[in-house]
């Protein structure tokens, strides 16, 4: 097919043609005098992507499913209680690894399109007088669903219980796109990967643990090896890896985390509210149609979840998407599959870009049926960003921008 694909799926995102060079690069001996420092300039800048000092900042060969079992390894034992909450396909996948590596998991169950529920965890926290639970887990953007959780909450929910359990939570999703404060919210353990708001391919588990996670490691007795901090801690110290490194990801990385840089991370999350904001404004003002997420305090910044009408499969929506138009938007999973199709605006993105996944899925929608206003979306869209600044002019709080997409037209009824 001529021309490009659209990538807008919410993971793998588009690798900057910048990171692509950089990633071109002739194998080279990893134990050689020059290495460590590419090693320690990526852990170092790392430590600004988790908003840490005292963070550790490790790297696997993996991805963010690797991430969720060094956090889980290497700071509890066989049997320990976890409380998580289930409210997508990927908080449910964290949870069922828990159980799977003989763990156990007292889990909150939620409607999808929620968040943590963090009066819940509140409460349960405060009467495990025992401190029975050994960790909190928690899911910082909900992929499947489009939602964001309010880990501050969660960090203010262990504090007022006075609990000394660990905080362990997933940011697959959301760091280097959505504001992610590792040191000022109390998180013990954060799990990312590569192939989202970091622009690069899937292939690097990246993980930052706190003083008290590696505290913890020492007398957690769950078998681990590939993923053992220890091991990981001991050769970066010396700007080595404890087995063979994925160099050209190392490089790319390198890339990616000098662009962050350069546009500045508060920058970067003002530009993925904007962008969310117009595709919030299609969904909701243009097509008419509600997010899977269900109030506006859980939307998300880096996905959006549309609820398709009964009768329509979405599935088929993102099939003649990809087949017609060339443009890949995400499926529905699991309990969602079939009700949504996912629209991933995460990483290396611009206003155009949006407006032409827009319009590919404006256009999908109309050919399997569905009865929207042929234009409205990218024209809701268009109207939010001519409107809208693309840069900071000043620290806006997060949720006066995320509210903004409705003061453009009625959302009533849209959920
Ligand atoms: N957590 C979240 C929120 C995700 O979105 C994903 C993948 O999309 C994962 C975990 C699993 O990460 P990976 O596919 O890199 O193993």
Known sequence: MAGRNFLFVPGPTNVPERVQRAMVVSMEDHRSSKFPDLTKSVLEDLKAVFKTTTGTPIIFPATGTGGWEAALTNTLSPGDLVLASRFGQFSHLWIDMITRLGFQVETVECEWGEGVPVEKYAEILSKDKGHKIKAVIATHNETATGVTSDIAGVRKALDDAKHPALLLVDAVSSLGSIDFRMDEWGVDICVSGSQKGLMLPAGLGIVCASEKALKARESSTAPRCFFDFGDMIKANATGYFPYTPALPMLYGLRESLTMIKEEGLENIFWRHTYLASGVRAAVLDGWKLGLCAKEPKWYSDTVSAIVVPEGINGAHVIDVAFRRYNLSLGAGLSKVA?????????????????????????????????????????????????????????????????YASQSMGSTEGAH
Request: glycine residues 12%; without cysteine; positive net charge.
């Open 338 to 402: 079939g009700k949504v199709f996912r629209i991933g605006h995460l990483g290396d993105l611009n206003e155009l870009m949006v407006l032409g996944a827009l319009a590919g899925a404006e256009m999908s929608m109309l050919d399997v049926g569905i009865k929207i206003e042929p234009g409205s979306g990218v024209a809701a869209a268009q109207k939010y960003f001519r409107t809208h600044d693309n840069v900071p002019k000043k620290k806006v709080a997060r949720s006066e921008v995320v």
